[in-house]
């Protein structure tokens, strides 16, 4: 199999991608293609668009594909599709895995899956492989959900967890109203996103070091933060793992495919109707939370790695 791979800058978000591609990489039977290019790929994917903007693409003829030993995989954030040009225009067989498969993408998805004749696309949300499987009949969809390299993250006891409660990333604005005057009240250390894509821990050794020193993670989904985005669609991302190999407590809202992977709520479930009283009383009472924590962190080393979702994929593949 070859992975195709991509350079690019630092950013949490891609950050993601390269730990999952680390992963895939330390499997013996992978090798990767490193394409540098990326105008060039961009400019093939823009003349593909122009090109096929009013055709109907033809079905995919999966015999003619499997004459062909070379398996290309691309790991994609959102629907990144240059990175995958050239060598898509190959017949060799074909496999996606998309991060932030939001509704909005579906048709851009769906175009490109059945104009590459893709044979398999992995997704991070059950939701998205539902909506999207009708409309790609010749092709396997499959979900499965984000992971983490838990290596690549540390975690302190409680004495030296300097940071009270941190919200990365996206904020859930009417939440962060809401606790924002209750915490400075109390005096307690709140991290979040002053402005606008101004990124909290620009370096990843900061970002690392800042998870580990957080108490309270505050993980919300996308369908809640950013709905005319998402839709309905709510997934566990990333940040919920980071959050709990770093030993945080989440307080926030699970995803139902996050319920049914860990087999309970992990989460501490905002009080909309006091969430100033409940915040302060789980600072005050942190130590009630050990047990959960512990029991996060554990679950995630077992089950949700990105080996594991590794394994996971080459069952799949092994089985179509």
């Known amino acids: 199999m070859k992975l195709i791979r991509q350079k690019y800058n630092y950013h949490v978000s891609l950050d993601t991608v390269e730990e999952f591609e680390k992963i895939i990489l330390s499997d013996a039977s992978v090798t990767s293609i490193n394409e540098t290019n990326k105008t060039f790929s961009k400019i093939l994917f823009h003349l593909w668009n122009v090109v096929t903007r009013n055709k109907v693409t033809s079905k995919n003829n999966r015999d003619l594909a499997k004459k062909f030993k070379i398996h290309l995989l691309a790991v994609l954030m959102g629907t990144n599709f240059s990175k995958c040009l050239p060598r898509f225009f190959s017949k060799s067989n074909k496999s996606i895995y998309i991060f932030d498969a939001w509704p909005e993408k579906h048709d851009e998805i769906i175009k490109f899956v059945n104009g590459f004749k893709v044979d398999n696309l992995f997704l991070t949300s059950s939701q998205a492989v539902e909506a999207i499987r009708s409309k790609t009949p010749n092709t396997n969809c499959f979900w499965v959900s984000e992971g983490i390299n838990p290596g690549g993250y540390k975690h302190y006891s409680f004495k030296d967890k300097t940071i009270d409660v941190l919200?990365?990333?996206?904020?859930?604005?009417?939440?962060?109203?809401?606790?924002?005057?209750?915490?400075?009240?109390?005096?307690?250390?709140?991290?979040?996103?002053?402005?606008?894509?101004?990124?909290?821990f620009p370096t990843r050794e900061g970002f690392v070091k800042g998870m580990a020193k957080s108490k309270i993670s505050i993980c919300v989904p996308s369908s809640i933060t950013h709905p005319e985005r998402s839709g309905n669609i709510e997934t566990m991302t990333i940040r919920y793992l980071q959050s709990m190999v770093s030993k945080c407590l989440i307080l926030g809202h699970a995803p139902k495919d996050m319920i049914t992977l860990f087999g309970y709520n992990p989460v501490i479930e905002i009080d909309t109707k006091d969430p100033e009283s409940q915040i302060i009383s789980i600072?005050?009472?942190?130590?009630?939370?050990?047990?959960?924590?512990?029991?996060?962190?554990?679950?995630?080393?077992?089950?949700?790695?990105?080996?594991?979702?590794?394994?996971?994929?080459?069952?799949?593949?092994?089985?179509?």
Do not use: M
Request: proline share 3%.
């Open 167 to 200: 919200a990365l990333g996206r904020k859930y604005e009417s939440y962060h109203a809401q606790i924002v005057s209750c915490l400075e009240f109390n005096k307690k250390e709140y991290l979040y996103e002053k402005q606008p894509g101004k990124i909290i």
């Open 283 to 320: 600072l005050n009472n942190y130590s009630d939370y050990f047990p959960l924590i512990e029991k996060n962190y554990q679950k995630v080393l077992e089950n949700h790695t990105w080996t594991n979702r590794w394994n996971t994929i080459k069952q799949f593949l092994n089985q179509n």
